[in-house]
């Protein structure tokens, strides 16, 4: 019997529409925005300045803090501001922008197509190296790589968990890349494991994908014997973290626990690839691959695209905004963002660009909320939303905080699953922003 987590889970309709479209790189954009803050924790610093010319690969901003990471230039150019821009969801963001030469890449970063198996780095050099990179979840959460690499004192890695699962309906990017690039991937994922010193390595992958399945358990023997390649049932949303660790493990992350708390470190299956190319390359973490899709689009693709390249550039380039766009929403459709603007840099966390028709796009009109249950059935963490987003209309903070509203991981499985078409995650976004809120300044923080 495949593998899944206990509780909840949806199936919506998976829409792999770009599935087939092999990574293709996008030609360089005549300017790129880079974001000093692509991650979780404290923005970097810059450390160029206005008329600097960079090059490709170059660092140009500096880790400000443990949690933070490096940014380097993606381009060889002229740096034409360090400024601010107006990202997606229209907040105003430090950035450095840079007019684009032909590449120019730093010395000491290895561009060769050969696939380099061998490393004999201790744990404290990979994670600096990881960290030199820049290198970030590239599954969405952009949690800085070297943090969750050093595994805090009293905890102790058990599991190396890699999540090749992708079951938001839409992306391919980790797909393509699993089936075109697994051997680097598989390299990263063995360096990883050495990172942290685990012997218990699992690539879990949805059974939808058999042939990234089949490519990737022939492909582990030779790299490393300790990789298992895990077939899962399909079942949205298991490529959440913690679902992810109960699927193959067993074992629950406590409400409020973090992966470690039960032994495990999860890492997607690109963030493997930027590490591989971080420690074996010496390459920074200054491109990844990005579906560009939906129902309307000329074209479907998944683009190698240098950070900082616009999301105008992306859509152009696959045939431009189809007359009946709705919205267009960085990620999936489940858990990714509407942007209220498409002149915003790709980021590292940006796996997808969605066109979404019009008629698709319209949400429906409320009704009153019928009881039947569904939206409880389907909450992967046990939440009951209904009564959290009743919670949150009438501003009942402490009831919504008694009864776990920091657990929802924002999946959007009740919502989808709504008779009523009641905005439920919406509801629950906002009061488990003000609870979050409330708890950090009883902390005094």
């Not at 007359?323 to 980021?347: C, E, S």
């Not at 078409?421 to 488990?432: C, F, H, Q, T, W």
């Amino acid at each position: 019997m495949l593998k899944t987590f206990p509780i909840g889970g949806i199936h919506p309709s998976e829409s792999k529409i770009s599935k087939d479209c092999r990574i293709e790189p996008m030609p360089l954009p005549a300017m790129v925005t880079i974001p000093l803050s692509q991650h979780i924790g404290t923005p970097s610093e810059a450390i160029v300045v206005k008329g600097d010319r960079v090059l490709t690969g170059q660092l140009i901003g500096r880790s400000s803090g443990f949690v933070s990471s490096n940014v380097h230039s993606s381009v060889t150019g002229t740096v034409m501001a360090v400024d601010t821009f107006v990202d997606q969801g229209g907040m105003r963001r430090p950035c450095i922008t840079i007019q684009t030469e032909p590449d120019e890449w730093v010395p000491g970063i290895d561009l060769s197509g050969n696939v380099v198996r061998e490393c004999n780095l201790s744990p404290a050099e990979i994670i600096a190296k990881v960290a030199a990179a820049g290198v970030v979840g590239m599954g969405g959460a952009t949690f800085p790589t070297h943090v969750k690499l050093t595994v805090p004192t009293g905890k102790k890695a058990e599991y190396l968990i890699i999540n090749g699962v992708e079951c938001e309906p839409y992306l391919t990017d980790d797909y393509r890349v699993m089936m075109e690039r697994g051997e680097e991937v598989l390299v990263g994922v063995s360096i990883l494991a050495r990172a942290i010193g685990v012997d218990r390595i699992m690539v879990g992958i949805e059974n939808n994908k058999p042939d990234a399945i089949k490519h990737l358990a022939q492909l582990a023997p030779e790299i490393d014997s300790r990789i298992e390649v895990v077939p899962l049932k399909v079942c949205y949303p298991q490529g959440s973290e913690k679902h992810l660790i109960a699927a193959l493990t067993g074992r629950q992350v406590p409400s409020g626990g973090l992966p470690i708390d039960v032994g495990a470190i999860v890492q997607n299956v690109g963030t493997a690839l930027a590490v591989y190319e971080a420690v074996q390359k010496n390459k920074p973490l200054i491109e990844r691959v990005v579906t560009v899709t939906g129902q309307s689009l000329v074209r479907q693709a998944n683009l190698k695209v240098r950070i900082g390249t616009s999301v105008t550039d992306l859509i152009e380039y696959c045939g431009g905004l189809p007359a009946d766009t709705g919205k267009v929403v960085a990620g999936g459709p489940m858990m990714g963002r509407a942007m209220a603007r498409l002149d915003v840099p790709v980021v590292k966390g940006m796996s997808a660009v969605l066109v979404i028709p019009d008629e698709s796009a319209r949400r429906q009109s409320e009704q009153l909320c019928v009881r039947c249950g569904k939206c409880v059935s389907a909450c992967p963490m046990g939440l009951e939303p209904y009564l959290l987003s009743k919670m949150v209309r009438k501003a009942m903070w402490n009831g919504a905080e008694a009864h776990n509203i920091t657990d929802c991981i924002e999946c959007g499985s009740c919502s989808w699953t709504c008779l009523s078409a009641l905005p439920l995650l919406d509801y629950i976004r906002v009061g488990k922003a003000e609870v979050m809120r409330r708890i950090r300044a009883r902390k005094g923080r």
